[in-house]
């Protein structure tokens, strides 16, 4: 099984704590992950290479941060212009390319976990934030939203927590 996984990080290799441990163990894995604001920090996306990517993999993970609620700005850009109408999504003829396909999110948070929860701070669950990303997948593309791992207090994540979250990728 093929798994593509994305990072939508924009400062990954040199400010990031969580999202550093977490591409170090996707490469100890044998994955080859891929830093897209190294590919694409101007914003210029590819579509066509990006759609061969996803349609290539057996299973997608998007890994980022959750800034102000929400995702990085580069991947609302990425679906933007990847997930063109008729490849992925569209009202007649065949455009099929991400259905039945499993999506997971790996996202990383600085607040604690207690934090994502009704009762907490931000009185609402990572789920709940990130909704506007699992029903664009599942009602446009007819792909699936497979799990949402949360990694929480990013920068003083250990690596013991990041292997122990990731185990089963």
């Given at each position: 099984m093929k798994k593509e996984f994305l990072f939508f990080h924009p400062n990954?290799?040199?400010k990031s704590v969580a999202n550093k441990m977490i591409w170090e163990e996707c490469?100890?894995?044998?994955?080859?992950?891929v830093d897209v604001y190294e590919?694409?920090?101007?914003f210029k996306i590819d579509p066509k290479r990006?759609?061969?990517?996803?349609?290539?993999?057996d299973h997608i993970y998007f890994v980022f941060p959750l800034y102000w609620y929400n995702s990085p700005s580069l991947l609302k850009e990425y679906i933007d212009i990847v997930w063109e109408m008729g490849w992925?999504?569209?009202?007649?003829?065949v455009n099929?390319?991400?259905k039945g396909?499993?999506?997971s999110f790996i996202v990383t948070a600085g607040s604690t976990e207690q934090n994502y929860t009704r009762e907490?701070?931000?009185k609402r669950t990572l789920p709940e934030f990130l909704s506007w990303l699992y029903e664009t997948i599942e009602n446009f593309t007819q792909a699936r939203v497979d799990e949402t791992i949360g990694i929480f207090q990013a920068q003083s994540v250990t690596k013991e927590i990041i292997k122990n979250k990731l185990k089963n990728i």
């Open positions: 990954l290799k040199s490469k100890e894995k044998g994955y080859d992950p590919l694409y920090g101007d990006e759609q061969k990517r996803l349609e290539s993999a992925c999504w569209g009202y007649t003829g099929d390319a991400l396909k499993p999506f907490g701070g931000s």
